[in-house]
Nanobody, 115 residues
Framework: QLQLVESGGGLVQPGGSLRLSCAAS????????IAWFRQAPGKEREGVSC????????IIADSVKGRFTISRDSAKNTAYLQMNSLKPEDTAAYYC????????WGQGTQVTVSS
């Protein structure tokens, strides 16, 4: 059964860092592109970053350029989103996403940036 499980969210002060994890099971992550999305309260879900099969990464959200980095660990079959210099406007539920014949979403992990 294909599954995505996010972890690593929490409460962090402005300027801090977090690393989100997306553990994949039921398939080999290396063979597919994967993306991170986020959804803040009252807002639509937006793409943050994606990582292609070849390893090329793309930042989708202009607001996170230079601060967020997507990566993948093949041995752990896990994708990551390293988030630095966090701002209150980064507060959202973060989801990983993949398409294998159909869309799959993880359950999400909450990130709250507040002093």
């Amino acid at each position: 059964q294909l599954q995505l499980v996010e972890s690593g969210g929490g409460l962090v002060q402005p300027g801090g860092s977090l690393r989100l994890s997306c553990a994949a099971s039921g398939f080999t992550l290396d063979y597919y592109s994967i993306a991170w999305f986020r959804q803040a309260p009252g807002k639509e879900r937006e793409g943050v970053s994606c990582l292609s099969v070849s390893g090329g990464s793309k930042i989708i959200a202009d607001s996170v350029k230079g601060r967020f980095t997507i990566s993948r660990d093949s041995a752990k079959n896990t994708a990551y989103l390293q988030m630095n210099s966090l701002k209150p406007e980064d507060t959202a539920a973060y989801y990983c996403y993949i398409v294998i014949l159909r869309q799959y979403w993880g359950q999400g992990t909450q990130v709250t940036v507040s002093s």
